[in-house]
């Protein structure tokens, strides 16, 4: 069975304090890991997907990154506006995705 | 501007009542999905259509169901068989096979049942 953990479950910063986010994953097959930003009350917007270990990408003041057993999403110097639930989903060989439950980001003016 | 619409997005309903959400989507996807989600889980399956008149059941279909009688709608049915159907539920669509492309999501209906 395909697992996902997230963490930390919140998460805390100051204003221009950079940070990083975890998403460990047993996942069979792995056929790519996507992100997504959730503002409250909101469906989820896709950031990034990727696809094999050592991939990168990058958006404004976040960058994602892969490896074979995990994915971080590094934000740099965010800003109040980066505040969100930030969501990964691996994908596996019977391509279903597998949300993990989320780190509730929180940036302080 | 192309995107899903889910409506309402409150919705109130008495226990023993079958209720239906509306989703539709205008960016000519041929897969459409129905999630379910809870605090402090993860999004979870509950249907998805690969094209029309064709569905599937995810993890959680028990107490749901779905028809996809056009490309551009797919409406979910809390039937009252759904042991616990309070929740927020999002409706996604994506190109084709979700293994490799993105899903694009409504703004969800957030249901409660008294």
């Known amino acids: 069975e395909d697992q996902v953990t997230q963490s930390p479950e919140a998460l805390r910063l100051q204003e221009g304090e950079s940070s990083s986010l975890n998403c460990s994953y047993t996942v069979s097959g792995l056929r790519g890991l996507f992100w997504y930003r959730q503002d409250p009350g909101k469906g989820p917007e896709f950031l990034f997907t990727l696809y094999s270990a050592g991939e990168e990408k990058e958006k404004e003041r976040l960058k994602a990154t892969l490896t074979k057993k995990e994915s971080f999403l590094h934000i740099t110097a965010p800003k109040p506006e980066d505040s969100a639930t930030y969501l990964c989903?691996?994908?596996?060989?019977?391509?279903?995705?597998?949300f993990g439950s989320g780190t509730q980001l929180t940036v302080l003016p | 501007d192309g995107g899903i619409t889910q409506s309402p997005k409150y919705l109130f309903r008495k226990e023993g009542q079958n209720v239906t959400l509306s989703c539709e989507q205008n960016l000519n996807h041929d897969a459409m999905y129905w999630y379910r989600q809870d605090p402090g889980q993860g999004l979870r399956l509950i249907y998805y259509s690969q094209i029309v008149n064709d569905f599937q059941k995810g993890d959680i279909a028990e107490g749901y169901s779905v028809s996809r009688e056009k490309k551009e709608s797919f409406p979910l049915t809390v039937t009252s068989a759904q042991k616990n159907p309070t929740a927020f539920y999002l409706c996604?669509?994506?190109?084709?096979?979700?293994?490799?492309?993105?899903?694009?999501f409504g703004n969800g209906t957030r249901l409660t049942v008294t």
């Open positions: 996604a669509s994506s190109t084709s096979d979700r293994g490799l492309w993105p899903l694009h």
């Open positions: 989903a691996p994908t596996g060989s019977a391509r279903q995705l597998t």
